[in-house]
């Protein structure tokens, strides 16, 4: 059984900061590419950013470089989203997904395994 758990979202101000994680369980999941989605009410999943499996990789969606930092700590195979200088725009539900294999992927067909997600809201 695979489960990937997300945690730390909430409510925050314009230019505030937050940090979201994610934990992924069951098969090893320490040499495959994990990554952050987002959906706003009415919008489609975005990609957020990506890390692969040695934090050597990462990809990030126009709208959050130089904002957000994702990283990883594979033991015991979690990644965060550091997510800084926080925007109204940016509020969303952000899901957590990792997939089978290496190779980082910045589509959300690509994952196999996804969290529930965290709610994050920001005020203006």
């Known amino acids: 059984q695979v489960y990937v758990v997300e945690s730390g979202g909430g409510l925050a101000q314009a230019g505030d900061s937050l940090r979201l994680s994610c934990t992924a369980s069951?098969?090893?999941?320490?040499?495959?590419?994990m990554a952050w989605f987002r959906q706003a009410p009415g919008k489609e999943r975005d990609f957020v950013a990506v890390?692969?499996?040695?934090?050597?990789?990462?990809y990030y969606g126009d709208s959050v470089k130089g904002r957000f930092t994702i990283s990883r700590d594979n033991t015991p195979n979690t990644i965060y989203l550091q997510m800084n200088n926080l925007e109204p725009e940016d509020t969303a539900v952000y899901y957590c997904?990792?997939?089978?294999?290496?190779?980082?992927?910045?589509?959300?067909?690509?994952?196999?395994?996804w969290g529930q997600g965290t709610q994050v809201t920001v005020s203006s």
């Open positions: 997904a990792a997939k089978i294999g290496m190779v980082p992927r910045t589509e959300s067909s690509d994952y196999e395994y």
């Open positions: 069951g098969p090893t999941f320490a040499r495959n590419a």
């Open positions: 890390i692969n499996w040695d934090g050597s990789t990462t």
